[in-house]
């Protein structure tokens, strides 16, 4: 174990390239101790122990005494927003409610969206007229409307402002600032009713979409509750945006600087499978997920005491050099991709078969462009919500555009 503070996630060198520190940390500080106060574990095989051990808690509200620190002014809606998240439950309410909304997320469900994502994918292609910012311009309002639309609420409604998904995002972070968590408290407060309406609203006239599926599903006669829907729906809304919109951006990046990588998709789209599970392995748009430790966990030979938060680097675990072949290069072929991109296990990303769909479709639209560059500076690293994350800021493109 070491305290070199050398691993610091707002390190603007870490946010350009975090792959060269994790190397480090995986050689020679794999279960660190940062001087910020958490615990970060690198190694591939670690990772994947962690993700597996159930003294690791999700309920960082429940145990973190970081946590406790950083939101000591978050107050009782926050609170209780964050206990009715079932990314942040541990069992049994987790098995029960993720039992509750599983046939809503079968990939048969989400692949039955595949028409509406084109449509709309098209359409932003077509506004850009030659030129596009595809984090602005596609990635980020793509995931958005497709999530709005499939729980009834209107994405262009006044209420629903983008900004207030970063602001929540950021908001649910262990590292989160007295300003960050007024923002978070604040949008939150800006979102509730609007969503509380459309719950009452599917309720009363069910239709054919998620949002009347989650209100209908029922398992031995349970059902979710109104806040439990509510922080479902935040959650789907959250989650279903910032992710995607940097795997969608990273992922494009990624076939420009790999061109090799781009003309064999081009050749063979039918690769777009496996390339999206390498996109999300050499660019995780998650790059951590945490836990918070709710009894003494000794691993890799170090004891991390309890109520401590523990970051679990699925980013450098995915650039593990014992776990892949060459892992800072892109291959669209690469075989035995078990990356953790969506973590492992119960937690395993909800909304993950809808990010695969979206990304899969817009990167398709994207490189059948013809002619496509990349215009302007080269793009910049740091655009993501939370520390957690990663995307860029832009990506300007051009192509040739024909009406």
Not at 4 to 14: I, Q
Not at 141 to 156: A, F
Not at 266 to 291: I, K, T
Request: glycine share 6%.
């Amino acid at each position: 174990m070491t305290s070199d503070p050398y691993f610091d996630p707002r390190d603007p060198n870490h946010v350009r390239n975090p792959y060269a520190t994790y190397a480090r940390l995986r050689a020679e500080a794999p279960v660190h101790h940062s001087p910020l106060g958490f615990w970060i574990i690198s190694r591939y095989d670690d990772v994947m122990e962690m993700l597996r051990d159930p003294r690791g808690s999700r309920e960082m509200h429940q145990w973190s005494e970081a946590y406790e620190q950083s939101h000591s002014a978050a107050g009782p809606a926050w609170e209780q927003f964050v206990t009715d998240q079932v990314q942040f439950m541990d069992p049994p309410n987790h098995t029960r409610q993720r039992k509750l909304v599983a046939k809503a997320f079968t990939p048969m469900a989400i692949d039955a969206n595949r028409p509406r994502v084109e449509q709309i994918v098209r359409e932003l292609i077509d506004a850009g007229e030659g030129r596009l910012d595809v984090v602005e311009e596609l990635a980020r309002p793509l995931p958005y409307r497709i999530i709005s639309e499939m729980l009834g609420v209107p994405w262009d409604d006044p209420r629903l402002q983008p900004e207030w998904i970063t602001m929540i995002v950021r908001g649910l972070s262990t590292l989160v600032t007295d300003d960050d968590m007024r923002n978070a408290r604040d949008a939150l407060v800006g979102i509730t009713d609007l969503f509380h309406e459309a719950i009452e609203d599917h309720r009363r006239r069910p239709r054919n979409d998620l949002m009347s599926a989650l209100i209908a599903a029922e398992e031995e006669g349970d059902r979710l509750s109104t806040n439990e829907l509510f922080a479902l729906s935040i959650n789907l809304l959250v989650g279903g945006s910032e992710t995607t919109m940097n795997l969608i951006a990273s992922a494009l990046y990624s076939l420009t600087r790999f061109p090799d990588q781009l003309q064999r998709l081009r050749r063979h789209p039918g690769l777009m499978r496996n390339a999206v599970e390498e996109f999300l392995r050499f660019e995780s748009p998650a790059q951590f997920q945490s836990r918070t430790a709710t009894q003494p966990i000794v691993v890799g030979g170090v004891e991390i005491p309890p109520r401590q938060t523990i970051y679990l680097c699925l980013g450098s675990a995915n650039h593990d050099d014992d776990r892949w072949d060459r892992p800072d290069e892109l291959d669209i072929e690469r075989g035995e991709l078990q990356h953790m991109a969506f973590g492992y296990g119960i937690h395993h990303c909800l909304g993950a078969s809808l990010a695969r769909l979206e990304t899969a479709v817009a990167v398709q639209a994207l490189v059948e462009l013809p002619d496509l560059g990349l215009v302007g500076p080269e793009p910049e690293w740091g655009g993501a919500a939370a520390l957690s994350q990663r995307g860029l800021k832009h990506l300007d493109i051009r192509w040739q555009y024909r009406q």
